[in-house]
């Protein structure tokens, strides 16, 4: 596919009023989340016809023209894999993405296992996609020619993939099935990592003991302010594992953080004292400030309730194999147990509870209340 480097905000401005007559265009991202505290856009790749366009964010304003077209209804976009690019869209520049289709979304709805852009590409295409860029530093310049080829080749078949798919869908009787969940896809956005306490989104943390929870959270925030004055991502300062092993055993010496291999001998020597510190300060705590984690309050057992989720989950599998339909896809844990805690009677009870979907409803909306009936018997 040709590419243009967009080299000005002119430039910028006359494609962009283009590519408001497109009835398509294809997009992808390029960020440096795994070189710096805070990821930003890098690159914004957009193909258009047999054209692909390159904006350089840190070279161009490219948030006013650039939005208008993410947010002209007329105008599909195509992602593949939206969540990050959605959510960092919203971060970045408050933009909504007015009519998506999302191409891993779609593979979801055709039962497709393989759903990473490269086996799709290899498939229908049969372009062996260079996957090595993709832990590249997208903030560094120049980019070198490979990169160039391999962002372009990112949105070459974005188009071409999305009506392949979108036939399929046709064909299936799902396509307004995954036009909701694009619709819903677009509407997600995004949430800081760095709120208070940290713990609170520290995997392994709601089964720790009050002080150990303390010892964790002042860990957290001694590499929370490192990473950020070395602008580097929290795993390149000390991992999540290394923290765990640190909170849980409570060491206070640097030679006892060896012994324990919590920490490398570079890492010691640059943050040993500052881990040492952080574990002796949440040590002095009294009882009373040290932190809790929050407890969910378990509902009251309720066996009817419980069956009718064994019932529902065993339907699921059924339905999931005559379909060819993921699970997890085709019913979650949280909707079934939202199901058997309401028992509606009806498709229009069902469709109020959260988060069933309309296409759910549609695609089995009788199988589930004739399992709920015949829980009732």
Same mark, same amino acid.
């Given at each position: 596919m040709n590419y243009t480097f967009i080299e000005s905000d002119t430039a910028l401005r006359q494609v962009c009023e283009e590519l408001l007559k497109e009835k398509i265009i294809g997009v992808d991202l390029e960020a440096?989340?795994?070189?710096? /505290?805070?990821?930003? $856009?890098?690159? &914004?790749? &957009?193909?258009?016809?047999?054209?692909? /366009? +390159? $904006?350089?964010?840190?070279? &161009?304003?490219?948030?006013?023209?650039? %939005?208008?077209? *993410?947010?002209?209804?007329?105008?599909? !976009?195509?992602?593949?894999?939206?969540? /990050?690019?959605?959510? !960092?869209?919203d971060r970045e520049y408050q933009a909504r993405v007015k009519n998506l289709f999302d191409t891993e979304i779609a593979c979801r709805f055709l039962g497709v296992r393989e759903r990473g852009l490269g086996a799709l590409l290899k498939k229908h295409f049969n372009v062996d996609a260079n996957k090595k860029f993709q832990k590249e530093d997208w903030s560094r310049r120049p980019l070198s020619p490979e990169m160039i080829e391999y962002s372009v080749g990112d949105v070459t078949h974005l188009i071409e993939l999305q009506d392949i798919l979108s036939r399929q869908l046709v064909e299936k009787g799902r396509l307004s099935w995954a036009q909701e969940e694009f619709e819903i896809q677009a509407q997600v956005r995004y949430e800081g990592n760095h709120t208070l306490p940290l713990f609170l989104k520290f995997k392994g943390a709601g089964k720790l003991e009050n002080r150990t *929870?303390?010892?964790?959270? #002042?860990? +957290?925030? =001694? @590499? +929370? #302010? &490192?990473?950020?004055?070395?602008?580097?991502?929290?795993?390149?300062? %000390?991992?999540?594992?290394?923290?765990? !092993? =640190?909170?849980?055993?409570?060491?206070? !010496?640097?030679?006892? =953080? *060896?012994?324990? @291999?919590? +920490? #490398?001998?570079?890492?010691? #020597? =640059?943050?040993?004292?500052?881990?040492?510190?952080?574990?002796?300060?949440a040590l002095a705590l009294p009882h009373k400030d040290l932190p809790s984690y929050p407890k969910m309050r378990r509902p009251k057992r309720d066996e009817k309730a419980e069956a009718r989720i064994e019932r529902l989950k065993k339907m699921r599998e059924r339905l999931s194999l005559a379909m060819d339909m993921e699970p997890g896809l085709l019913l979650n844990n949280t909707a079934i147990e939202g199901i058997a805690a309401k028992n509606p009677g009806t498709r229009e009870e069902l469709l109020e509870i959260a988060p069933i979907r309309r296409w759910q409803v549609e695609a089995m909306g009788e199988e589930i209340l004739s399992t709920l009936k015949y829980c009732r018997a």
């Open positions: 440096d989340s795994m070189h710096c /505290f805070k990821e930003k $856009i890098c690159l &914004i790749q &957009i193909a258009a016809g047999k054209q692909a /366009f +390159l $904006i350089d964010p840190f070279e &161009i304003n490219a948030a006013p023209f650039f %939005i208008r077209v *993410l947010e002209h209804s007329d105008v599909m !976009t195509v992602f593949h894999g939206a969540d /990050f690019d959605i959510r !960092t869209l *929870l303390a010892v964790l959270e #002042s860990l +957290l925030g =001694m @590499r +929370l #302010s &490192i990473a950020e004055k070395k602008d580097l991502p929290l795993f390149k300062v %000390i991992s999540n594992e290394s923290l765990m !092993t =640190m909170a849980v055993e409570k060491p206070v !010496t640097v030679e006892r =953080m *060896l012994q324990m @291999r919590a +920490l #490398s001998p570079k890492q010691a #020597s =640059m943050y040993g004292s500052l881990c040492v510190d952080a574990v002796v300060r």
